[in-house]
């Protein structure tokens, strides 16, 4: 049937369109968040411009806004597939969001809040290694940058050794490709030595309107 997905996608993509980050701008300082740091409504660039304690109800807001429409999938459906959909419609609200002129993140939080409804053991599993790349480089878009393939490359194992199913593979290669593309200036960064290490580079943006 062609419902579930159609219902699910548009609930995975109004979810993600919610700006959590814009909106703790908004609330926090009165600002437009993107006209700081990075230009995006991240965890990141929250901290940077408006504190690590906003920055934390941004990272959780993203993170449910990324798992509760995959929950939502699973209640309407039982094919995994609609769930992979639901996910990745939440990613793409994330990064293009309605509700913010199609200016928002670039998708990791929410992508990491759609891994923990999908696998929830692996998600987990792996955040460890993700927290010990932020604490010895403190640059967390290498974190993104290395953790979104990795997981790809989990999730495709699982499900090569039929341990889950391979729709929730293919959502993972899908996110990672998403999050490198646009991570792209920050690997020239990386490459370059250039890249801002976490809470640096919350400045006023040049050319964006003065707050």
């Not at 599993?125 to 604490?135: H, M, S």
């Amino acid at each position: 049937m062609w419902w579930p997905f159609a219902v699910c996608i548009a609930i995975g993509y109004l979810v993600g369109s919610i700006p959590v980050g814009l909106l703790i701008g908004r609330v926090a300082r009165g600002i437009d968040i993107r006209d700081f740091g990075s230009g995006k409504t991240g965890f990141t660039n929250v901290v940077r411009t408006v504190g690590a304690r906003w920055g934390v109800v941004a990272l959780i807001g993203d993170l449910a806004k990324g798992a509760a429409p995959v929950v939502i999938a699973r209640v309407v459906s039982d094919d995994p597939f609609v769930a992979m959909a639901a996910g990745l419609a939440t990613a793409i609200g994330h990064d293009w969001p309605i509700f913010a002129g199609f200016k928002g993140g670039r998708g990791v939080a929410a992508s990491y809040g759609v891994i923990l409804a999908m696998n929830p053991i692996v998600g987990l599993a792996l955040l460890p290694l993700g927290l010990a790349i932020i604490g010895i480089t403190r640059i967390v878009s290498l974190m993104s940058i290395v953790m979104a393939p990795l997981v790809a490359i989990v999730f495709s194992v699982l499900a090569a050794l039929d341990l889950q199913p391979w729709a929730y593979a293919i959502y993972a290669i899908a996110a990672a490709v998403l999050i490198i593309v646009l991570h792209w200036e920050n690997v020239q960064r990386l490459i370059a030595g250039t890249e801002p290490r976490f809470g640096e580079g919350g400045s006023h943006r040049e050319g964006a309107q003065a707050p």
